[in-house]
């Protein structure tokens, strides 16, 4: 989950972001600590993973695609989401 706030610079107002959340384990990023999962500053080493699935249709120049997306965290990403991808669960444990 991404937090924004409005920041009005003359002119224009834009989205400035300002944390990041787990969408699993609910972890903060701050972008003022070099010590959470998300750094903001330019040249840090930067360990975060976005899970997203884009959809929608286009067609002859028209388009609607949605995106839906969840931030997790590095602890999450080894726990709960590569291991799904190292052992997919059978199809019949999903239904």
Avoid at 58 to 80: A, H, K
Wanted: aromatic share 10%; glycine share 6%; with cysteine.
């Amino acid at each position: 989950m991404r937090h924004t706030k409005k920041t009005v610079v003359p002119e224009h107002t834009y989205d400035q972001l300002v944390g990041v959340n787990c969408d699993i384990c609910g972890k903060r990023g701050d972008p003022n600590s070099r010590d959470q999962f998300t750094s903001f500053y330019p040249g840090d080493n930067v360990d975060h993973c976005t899970v997203e699935r884009k959809h929608g249709y286009s067609y002859s120049g028209d388009y609607c695609i949605e995106t839906e997306s969840y931030d997790v965290c590095p602890d999450c990403w080894s726990s709960v989401i590569a291991p799904l991808f190292k052992n997919p669960p059978s199809i019949s444990m999903l239904e």
